[in-house]
Protein backbone atom coordinates (compact mmCIF):
# COMPACT_ATOMS: atom_id res chain seq x y z
CA UNK A 1 0.00 0.00 0.00
CA UNK A 2 1.01 3.47 -0.74
CA UNK A 3 1.84 5.86 1.84
CA UNK A 4 -0.19 8.82 0.21
CA UNK A 5 -2.89 8.01 -2.89
CA UNK A 6 -3.99 10.53 -4.55
CA UNK A 7 -6.77 10.13 -7.85
CA UNK A 8 -4.18 12.17 -10.86
CA UNK A 9 -7.07 12.65 -12.74
CA UNK A 10 -7.54 14.68 -14.99
CA UNK A 11 -10.79 16.38 -13.51
CA UNK A 12 -12.51 18.98 -15.24
CA UNK A 13 -15.18 21.36 -13.87
CA UNK A 14 -17.07 24.79 -15.27
CA UNK A 15 -16.28 28.20 -13.74
CA UNK A 16 -17.96 28.85 -10.91
CA UNK A 17 -18.59 25.01 -9.86
CA UNK A 18 -17.04 23.56 -5.82
CA UNK A 19 -13.90 21.52 -6.73
CA UNK A 20 -12.89 19.02 -3.93
CA UNK A 21 -9.87 17.05 -4.11
CA UNK A 22 -8.66 14.28 -1.87
CA UNK A 23 -5.65 12.02 -0.60
CA UNK A 24 -5.41 8.94 1.76
CA UNK A 25 -2.81 8.33 3.71
CA UNK A 26 -1.67 4.98 5.69
CA UNK A 27 0.93 6.33 8.62
CA UNK A 28 -1.25 7.61 11.31
CA UNK A 29 1.93 9.57 12.29
CA UNK A 30 1.68 12.54 9.92
CA UNK A 31 1.21 15.69 11.58
CA UNK A 32 1.58 18.21 9.79
CA UNK A 33 -0.39 18.31 6.11
CA UNK A 34 -0.04 20.45 3.15
CA UNK A 35 -1.47 21.47 -0.16
CA UNK A 36 1.16 22.63 -3.09
CA UNK A 37 -0.54 24.32 -6.13
CA UNK A 38 1.79 23.86 -9.20
CA UNK A 39 1.34 25.53 -12.48
CA UNK A 40 3.01 24.56 -15.55
CA UNK A 41 6.15 24.76 -16.22
CA UNK A 42 6.75 25.92 -12.46
CA UNK A 43 7.64 24.66 -9.07
CA UNK A 44 5.07 23.47 -6.30
CA UNK A 45 3.82 26.64 -4.23
CA UNK A 46 2.38 26.26 -0.85
CA UNK A 47 -1.36 26.73 -0.60
CA UNK A 48 -2.90 25.49 2.44
CA UNK A 49 -0.88 24.25 5.86
CA UNK A 50 -2.54 22.51 8.63
CA UNK A 51 -1.43 20.62 12.06
CA UNK A 52 -2.92 17.70 13.04
CA UNK A 53 -7.01 17.42 12.18
CA UNK A 54 -9.08 19.66 11.78
CA UNK A 55 -10.34 22.78 9.42
CA UNK A 56 -8.37 25.55 7.90
CA UNK A 57 -10.11 28.17 5.53
CA UNK A 58 -8.36 30.75 3.31
CA UNK A 59 -10.39 32.97 0.90
CA UNK A 60 -11.59 30.35 -1.72
CA UNK A 61 -9.89 27.41 -0.27
CA UNK A 62 -10.67 24.93 2.90
CA UNK A 63 -8.40 22.69 4.30
CA UNK A 64 -9.90 19.62 5.82
CA UNK A 65 -8.21 16.98 7.70
CA UNK A 66 -9.82 13.82 9.21
CA UNK A 67 -7.05 11.90 10.66
CA UNK A 68 -9.24 9.28 12.35
CA UNK A 69 -10.22 8.65 8.43
CA UNK A 70 -7.03 9.42 7.34
CA UNK A 71 -7.88 11.63 5.07
CA UNK A 72 -7.32 15.09 3.80
CA UNK A 73 -9.15 17.65 1.54
CA UNK A 74 -8.94 20.73 -0.18
CA UNK A 75 -11.97 22.55 -1.39
CA UNK A 76 -11.99 25.52 -3.57
CA UNK A 77 -15.34 27.01 -3.89
CA UNK A 78 -16.07 29.41 -6.42
CA UNK A 79 -13.53 28.03 -9.11
CA UNK A 80 -11.45 30.37 -11.86
CA UNK A 81 -9.37 29.49 -14.23
CA UNK A 82 -6.64 30.51 -12.86
CA UNK A 83 -6.73 27.74 -10.83
CA UNK A 84 -6.56 25.47 -13.72
CA UNK A 85 -3.00 23.69 -12.20
CA UNK A 86 -2.16 19.87 -10.83
CA UNK A 87 -2.81 19.82 -6.96
CA UNK A 88 -0.24 18.23 -4.62
CA UNK A 89 -0.49 16.58 -0.89
CA UNK A 90 2.07 16.29 1.19
CA UNK A 91 2.60 15.68 4.95
CA UNK A 92 5.26 14.81 7.06
CA UNK A 93 5.57 13.98 10.95
CA UNK A 94 6.59 15.63 13.66
CA UNK A 95 9.99 16.07 14.04
CA UNK A 96 11.16 15.23 10.38
CA UNK A 97 11.46 17.70 7.68
CA UNK A 98 10.94 14.79 5.17
CA UNK A 99 7.90 15.40 3.02
CA UNK A 100 5.59 12.72 1.66
CA UNK A 101 3.57 13.58 -1.73
CA UNK A 102 0.71 12.57 -3.60
CA UNK A 103 0.98 12.26 -7.53
CA UNK A 104 -1.31 15.28 -7.89
CA UNK A 105 -4.35 15.61 -9.39
CA UNK A 106 -4.50 17.74 -12.83
CA UNK A 107 -7.32 20.54 -12.36
CA UNK A 108 -8.87 22.40 -15.25
CA UNK A 109 -11.61 24.69 -14.83
CA UNK A 110 -13.43 25.67 -18.00
CA UNK A 111 -14.42 29.12 -18.76
CA UNK B 1 15.84 37.75 -7.73
CA UNK B 2 13.02 36.88 -4.88
CA UNK B 3 12.69 33.11 -3.55
CA UNK B 4 14.76 30.17 -5.30
CA UNK B 5 15.70 29.99 -8.62
CA UNK B 6 17.22 27.28 -10.65
CA UNK B 7 19.18 27.33 -14.19
CA UNK B 8 19.34 26.81 -16.56
CA UNK B 9 15.42 25.74 -17.36
CA UNK B 10 16.20 23.12 -19.36
CA UNK B 11 18.51 20.91 -20.15
CA UNK B 12 19.12 17.83 -23.17
CA UNK B 13 22.44 15.87 -22.32
CA UNK B 14 23.72 12.71 -24.20
CA UNK B 15 24.54 9.50 -21.73
CA UNK B 16 28.51 10.60 -21.73
CA UNK B 17 27.95 14.11 -20.73
CA UNK B 18 28.75 16.05 -17.69
CA UNK B 19 26.13 18.86 -16.68
CA UNK B 20 25.41 20.43 -13.70
CA UNK B 21 22.10 22.11 -12.18
CA UNK B 22 22.60 25.11 -10.09
CA UNK B 23 20.21 26.66 -7.15
CA UNK B 24 20.44 29.80 -5.14
CA UNK B 25 18.02 30.58 -2.54
CA UNK B 26 17.73 34.32 -1.22
CA UNK B 27 15.28 33.70 1.50
CA UNK B 28 17.71 33.27 4.28
CA UNK B 29 17.47 29.99 4.94
CA UNK B 30 19.77 27.29 5.72
CA UNK B 31 18.09 24.48 4.64
CA UNK B 32 18.42 23.27 1.15
CA UNK B 33 16.77 20.29 -0.52
CA UNK B 34 16.64 18.43 -4.39
CA UNK B 35 13.73 16.76 -5.60
CA UNK B 36 12.96 14.70 -8.62
CA UNK B 37 9.57 14.76 -10.15
CA UNK B 38 8.99 11.93 -13.26
CA UNK B 39 5.37 11.90 -15.02
CA UNK B 40 2.79 10.09 -12.87
CA UNK B 41 4.99 9.97 -9.87
CA UNK B 42 5.02 11.79 -6.74
CA UNK B 43 8.19 13.98 -5.73
CA UNK B 44 11.04 12.04 -5.04
CA UNK B 45 13.48 13.61 -2.46
CA UNK B 46 17.10 13.09 -3.31
CA UNK B 47 19.32 15.14 -0.95
CA UNK B 48 18.84 17.62 1.68
CA UNK B 49 21.69 19.81 3.36
CA UNK B 50 21.41 21.59 6.28
CA UNK B 51 24.31 24.78 6.80
CA UNK B 52 26.12 23.29 4.04
CA UNK B 53 26.53 19.85 5.59
CA UNK B 54 24.36 16.90 3.88
CA UNK B 55 21.80 15.25 6.04
CA UNK B 56 19.88 12.86 3.73
CA UNK B 57 20.69 10.82 0.69
CA UNK B 58 17.67 8.77 -0.32
CA UNK B 59 19.60 6.25 -2.56
CA UNK B 60 20.55 8.38 -5.18
CA UNK B 61 23.12 6.40 -7.47
CA UNK B 62 26.25 7.97 -7.36
CA UNK B 63 26.02 9.17 -11.09
CA UNK B 64 23.89 12.43 -8.99
CA UNK B 65 26.38 14.68 -7.15
CA UNK B 66 25.54 17.51 -5.08
CA UNK B 67 27.41 20.03 -3.53
CA UNK B 68 26.46 22.65 -1.97
CA UNK B 69 29.12 25.47 -1.26
CA UNK B 70 27.26 27.58 1.08
CA UNK B 71 23.40 28.25 2.58
CA UNK B 72 22.10 30.31 -0.22
CA UNK B 73 23.54 27.77 -3.16
CA UNK B 74 23.23 24.22 -4.47
CA UNK B 75 24.44 22.38 -6.54
CA UNK B 76 23.45 18.85 -8.51
CA UNK B 77 26.04 17.56 -10.78
CA UNK B 78 25.40 15.12 -13.26
CA UNK B 79 27.04 12.14 -14.96
CA UNK B 80 26.55 9.50 -17.07
CA UNK B 81 23.10 9.40 -16.76
CA UNK B 82 20.36 7.51 -18.23
CA UNK B 83 17.29 7.98 -20.45
CA UNK B 84 15.10 7.14 -17.10
CA UNK B 85 16.72 10.16 -15.38
CA UNK B 86 14.92 12.49 -17.51
CA UNK B 87 12.83 14.66 -15.46
CA UNK B 88 12.09 17.70 -13.86
CA UNK B 89 14.88 18.59 -11.22
CA UNK B 90 13.52 20.68 -8.13
CA UNK B 91 15.21 22.70 -6.08
CA UNK B 92 13.82 23.79 -2.07
CA UNK B 93 14.97 25.70 1.01
CA UNK B 94 13.19 25.74 3.83
CA UNK B 95 14.18 27.68 7.05
CA UNK B 96 15.57 24.79 8.78
CA UNK B 97 15.56 21.18 9.07
CA UNK B 98 14.52 20.57 12.70
CA UNK B 99 11.08 20.29 14.64
CA UNK B 100 8.78 23.04 13.88
CA UNK B 101 5.24 23.89 14.25
CA UNK B 102 5.21 26.69 11.73
CA UNK B 103 5.89 27.74 8.54
CA UNK B 104 9.28 28.12 9.45
CA UNK B 105 9.81 24.67 8.13
CA UNK B 106 7.76 25.31 5.28
CA UNK B 107 9.55 24.42 1.59
CA UNK B 108 9.60 26.96 -0.82
CA UNK B 109 10.64 25.23 -4.31
CA UNK B 110 12.20 26.65 -7.30
CA UNK B 111 10.92 26.71 -11.29
CA UNK B 112 12.58 22.92 -11.64
CA UNK B 113 15.22 22.70 -14.91
CA UNK B 114 13.41 20.12 -17.02
CA UNK B 115 16.07 17.29 -17.79
CA UNK B 116 16.22 15.37 -20.78
CA UNK B 117 18.99 12.49 -21.15
CA UNK B 118 19.17 11.26 -24.88
Known amino acids: QKEVEQDPGPLSVPEGAIVSLNCTYSNSAFQYFMWYRQYSRKGPELLMY????GNKEDGRFTAQVDKSSKYISLFIRDSQPSDSATYLCAMRWAGSYQLTFGKGTKLSVIP | ETGVTQTPRHLVMGMTNKKSLKCEQHLGHNAMYWYKQSAKKPLELMFV???????ENNSVPSRFSPECPNSSHLFLHLHTLQPEDSALYLCASSQDTTEGLGPTDTQYFGPGTRLTVL
Open chain 1, 50 to 53: TYSS
Open chain 2, 49 to 55: YSLEERV
